[in-house]
């Protein structure tokens, strides 16, 4: 009776059941797994954050840059203003303005620049294709083939920089690319991660960063970003 006992025991805490569950069960195996992954990317992707965040806060104009060109992607005056000044500099002999809104003329970007009828007449090239940095990119990386160019500066702001070298490597994977960052402020010298405005800027454009790495690495979901 005793022994019959202990066999139905032994039957049950071999059950199935007790089999998935125990400490060497399978659902509990998949758990610890799933957990070691999840802490593994999450530190991966707070460290990628801190990388990006620190690269940007403590990125600098390089002094004395010469290329064949200069391309500058559009998002706002300071950006277009800092790009004609080096073309007039001769940091490049042509610009590219890239995303121009179809709205907007030639003679308006000059005469927001300040610049010279001649300067813009003879060097600066408008580009109206580009919707999005994927557009930029295609759009500069044509340009530059049609110019025969091996070296371009790219303009364009801080946080924004990272990305558009990425796309732009990417459409242009045998061109020299030399960044020049416009800075609106200097992160380096405040607690920029107690904003909430520069943070959640930050924040945004990692993960645009991301996707875009990501989006090339399994090439779904990848357009032109090109006016048809």
């Known amino acids: 009776m005793e022994m019959s006992r202990i066999d139905r025991h032994d039957h049950m805490d071999d059950s199935p059941r007790n089999r998935l569950f125990s400490r060497r069960g399978r659902l509990r195996r998949f758990v610890r797994i799933a957990i070691l992954v999840f802490v593994v990317t999450a530190g991966a992707v707070f460290g990628g954050f801190l990388w990006f965040a620190d690269s940007v806060a403590t990125m600098r104009p390089p002094e004395g840059a010469r290329a064949d060109a200069i391309i500058v992607l559009?998002?706002?005056?300071?950006?277009?203003?800092?790009?004609?000044?080096?073309?007039?500099d001769k940091v490049g002999k042509r610009l590219l303005i890239s995303g121009v809104n179809p709205s907007t003329t030639r003679a308006q970007i000059r005469k927001m620049t300040q610049s010279s009828p001649d300067l813009f007449a003879c060097c600066v090239d408008m580009g109206y294709k580009a919707i999005d940095t994927i557009g930029n990119a295609n759009e500069a990386a044509?340009?530059?083939?049609?110019?025969?160019?091996?070296?371009?500066?790219?303009?364009?702001?801080?946080?924004?920089?990272?990305?558009?070298?990425?796309e732009l490597r990417s459409?242009?994977?045998?061109?020299?690319?030399?960044?020049?960052?416009?800075?609106?402020?200097?992160?380096?010298?405040?607690?920029?991660?107690?904003?909430?405005?520069?943070?959640?800027?930050?924040?945004?454009?990692?993960?645009?960063?991301?996707?875009?790495?990501?989006?090339?690495?399994?090439?779904?979901?990848?357009?032109?970003?090109?006016r048809d």
């Open 74 to 88: 559009t998002g706002g005056y300071q950006r277009i203003d800092q790009a004609v000044g080096l073309l007039r």
């Open 142 to 166: 044509g340009w530059i083939r049609d110019k025969g160019y091996t070296s371009i500066v790219v303009v364009t702001n801080n946080y924004h920089m990272h990305r558009s070298l990425h």
């Open 171 to 226: 459409a242009s994977p045998d061109t020299e690319f030399i960044a020049y960052p416009v800075i609106n402020s200097d992160l380096s010298r405040t607690n920029w991660f107690a904003n909430p405005d520069v943070l959640r800027t930050m924040m945004y454009e990692y993960a645009k960063f991301v996707v875009a790495a990501l989006r090339d690495l399994t090439g779904i979901g990848k357009g032109n970003g090109l």
